[in-house]
């Protein structure tokens, strides 16, 4: 367990940067999540620090010490392929117990360790099968029993839930929660998916196009997205962008309006406005509450698709100048198609950017 | 749903397609087959007047006929058993067993094959087809050579240009010539390679060793007749095994090696652990092409010695050919085909049995 540092961390291929200068650090114990859209850089970066591919410039620090140069088995590290990447001619127990085999731990107490990472992971009984007898969980939880018997200083996850069905994806989700809490280990977890990184993160790094986006707790990122991409990002279905000009503003409020939005005054954000600029308001889905009639609201729109799914109410709604939002109600509530509705919203819950 | 077309619909459409192949490989290795089976149990000549008799299996009992024949040495009148001039023993000469001799029915017409010596006694085992004993012993060792060498040779070729470095190609190339050209002329150009006085061997030995290398005849001598050919057939084609070890190299995950690497496993543990597990089914397939295609030398042999010097480098497959074209004795030739087939099947079956998927 251990300490981690990215100073200025770059990757090129070539002449093409794929990752450009990131700084993360990362404390002993904790849970961090890459998150970001598929060709980010996320996995580049993962096994740059894994040492499957060589840093182009930048340092990396592992507990106090640069291993920059260091061989993967030398930098401490485990690692969890998405396609699992276990030996399929080995039983299971060969399998966790590989890395032990290959650093010549005697015997007794290569099976007393491998026995006891199929205990935390409650897969005693299925240590003699191969690999093919196994199913695709089952096998992701021999990849990550191989990793935790070596005891490494850092896990390192990459995407290793997206080979899964959706529902087993969840079961394997809390398992990784509860295992990072029982070994109380530092991980590094790679996902594009932000569901996995909302729960699972005590430390989110939003990646876009091999550059930092933002860095915090989920709800930090949650509530105040550093930019307009990690709002977009962050949240399911994902945040609305209504462009607005600026009608005025005083140290306070700022007051927009647009031809779907009826004039609204907003609480002042830390940002420079000039009336006349255009700007964009960022509403969250849960945030618009939609009505029926044109009146009660601020904004006009016309549904164009309702999702009813019980609990849950989600409007596909095309405003007058032809762009759409999206609106989720949290129960079940009837909106005819092509009805003309408006829509309120907590001023409160606007983000400017 | 659209109609099936009639051609679809009929099973005579797929035998009409099958049927080009199928008919080039009844003609050519079917019935040649049967034939040979057929010829293998008569007295068949290439050409002959008289009609084939069936007789039986007298041409392998011809063929595959071995006895033992335990001489006494030779006594002189007091019973003090004669020496030759090197204080060796003597022995009556062979022939007085083998030819019409009532007291010897079962090496009748044989010669001998080798023999040792048994305390005062010699052992001498007798073959009735001696030339086709030392093709059958020739082939085996050449079998037992080739086979594991340029397995093992080729494999260690796709290791290394399986790596992903510039220009590999090119190697991949090059060694895979060889494959290209014409076994016939890679054996004309290997005689040049081989020859007694000016051989390129000779000369390159000769320049290394700065001139103390005594020029050897590398296909004329007995000793070096044999060796010299198989080094040139597993050079000749080392490449195409080559390029299967490589595809069944490039079906392993490269996340295998990654996964190996980030556990620590050295670069030998990582071909013992993931790159050897991973070619199984490639590995029998080579072993499996490679004995079947050793076990039918014979162009080499035909260019290059023809089975000289002294019966040194006789195989099977020559010494079918020879005699039923060479010597008109279709039959005989038909039953080291069919011996030979056997030999193969059986050796072939074993391996499969050997490397089989143990669960
Ligand atoms: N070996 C390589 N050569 C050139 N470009 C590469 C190589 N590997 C990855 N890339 C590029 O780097 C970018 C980031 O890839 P990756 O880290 O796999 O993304 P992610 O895991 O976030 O989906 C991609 O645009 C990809 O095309
Ligand atoms: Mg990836």
């Known amino acids: 367990m251990a300490d981690l540092q990215l100073k200025s961390i770059e990757k090129n291929y070539g002449s093409t940067r794929i990752i450009k200068g990131v700084d993360i650090d990362i404390k002993d114990g904790e849970f961090v999540v890459f998150v970001g859209p598929s060709g980010c850089g996320k996995s580049t970066l993962l096994r740059m620090i894994a040492g499957l591919e060589d840093i182009s410039g930048g340092e990396l620090t592992i507990d106090g010490k640069v291993v920059n140069d260091l061989q993967p088995k030398d930098r401490g590290i485990a690692m969890v392929f998405q396609s699992y990447a276990i030996f399929p001619h080995m039983t299971v127990r060969e399998n966790v117990g590989f890395g032990l085999t290959v650093s010549g731990v005697p015997k007794d107490e290569k099976v007393q360790r491998v026995n006891e990472a199929a205990q935390i992971l409650q897969m005693e009984h299925l240590l003699d099968r191969r690999p093919s007898q196994l199913s695709g969980g089952q096998r992701q939880r021999v990849a990550i029993g191989r990793a935790i018997v070596r005891n490494p200083k850092v896990f390192l996850f990459d995407e290793p839930l997206s080979n899964l069905d959706a529902a087993l994806r969840m079961d394997m989700r809390m398992e990784i929660s509860k295992l990072h809490k029982k070994l109380d280990a530092t991980m590094i977890y790679v996902t594009h998916d932000q569901v996995e990184a909302m729960t699972l993160a005590d430390k989110i790094v939003v990646l876009k196009d091999g550059e930092v986006q933002q860095i915090g707790s989920p709800m930090e990122l949650f509530h105040k997205p550093a930019n307009r991409f990690v709002a977009g990002f962050l949240g399911s279905p994902s945040m609305n962008f209504v462009k607005v000009k600026v009608v005025a503003h005083d140290n306070d409020s700022i007051t927009v309006s647009s031809d779907v939005i009826d004039e609204v005054v907003l609480p002042r954000h830390d940002r420079d406005v000039a009336v006349g600029d255009t700007i964009e308001l960022g509403i969250r889905p849960q945030y618009l509450e939609p009505h029926h009639g044109e009146l009660k609201g601020s904004m006009h729109g016309r549904v164009s698709l309702s999702e009813r799914l019980g609990t849950e109410t989600v409007l596909d709604i095309t405003l007058a100048d032809g762009n759409k939002v999206i609106a989720s109600i949290s129960e079940d509530k009837v909106f005819e198609v092509d009805e003309e509705i408006s829509l309120c919203f907590d001023i409160e819950k606007v983000h400017i950017f | ?359």
Not at chain 2, 32 to 59: C, D, K, Y
Not at chain 2, 85 to 112: A, C, H, I, S
Not at chain 2, 139 to 151: D, K, R, S
Not at chain 2, 263 to 276: D, L, M
């Open chain 2, 1 to 359: 749903m659209k109609k099936n077309s009639i051609l679809t619909r009929h099973n005579t459409t797929g035998w009409l397609f099958a049927s080009p192949g199928f008919g080039l490989m009844l003609l050519f290795i079917v019935i040649p087959f049967i034939l040979a089976i057929a010829f293998s149990l008569t007295n068949q000549r290439l050409m002959s007047p008289n009609a084939a008799e069936f007789v039986g299996l007298e041409n392998y009992t011809n063929m595959l006929d071995v006895g033992i024949l335990v001489v006494d040495p030779e006594i002189d009148a007091s019973g003090n058993i004669l020496v030759d001039k090197n204080g060796d023993n003597k022995y009556p000469r062979l022939r007085k067993f083998t030819r019409n001799n009532p007291d010897y029915p079962n090496v009748q017409g044989m010669k001998e094959w080798f023999s040792f010596s048994w305390g005062e006694q010699k052992v001498a085992i007798m073959a009735s087809d001696l030339v086709f004993m030392k093709a059958l012993v020739n082939t085996l060792t050449f079998v037992a050579f080739v086979a594991p060498i340029q397995g093992a040779l080729a494999l260690i070729l796709a290791l290394l240009i399986n790596q992903p470095l510039r220009g590999i190609q090119i190697f991949r190339s090059i060694y895979f010539m060889p494959v290209v050209v014409s076994i016939v002329v890679v054996s004309l150009l290997w005689r040049f390679i081989y020859d007694g006085q000016n051989g390129l061997l000779n000369s390159v030995l000769n320049t290394l060793t700065f001139g103390h290398f005594k020029a050897v005849d590398w296909l004329g001598n007995q000793d070096t007749a044999l060796g010299s050919i198989m080094a040139m057939s597993i050079w000749q084609a080392v490449g195409f095994h080559m390029i299967i070890w490589l595809s069944g190299l490039q079906t392993i995950s490269p996340t295998l090696y990654e996964a190996a690497k980030i556990e620590g496993a050295s670069p030998w543990q990582t071909f013992r652990y993931v790159t050897w597990p991973g070619l199984r089914n490639t590995a029998v397939l080579v072993v499996i092409v490679i004995t079947m295609q050793a076990f039918s030398l014979f162009a080499q042999i035909d260019v290059m010695t023809s089975g000289g010097p002294l019966d040194s480098t006789q195989t099977i497959v020559y010494q079918a050919v020879e005699r039923g074209y060479g010597k008109q004795d279709i039959s005989g030739g038909s039953a080291m085909s069919v011996v030979l087939f056997l030999l193969v099947l059986s050796i072939s079956l074993l391996q499969r049995y050997l490397t089989r998927e143990k669960n």
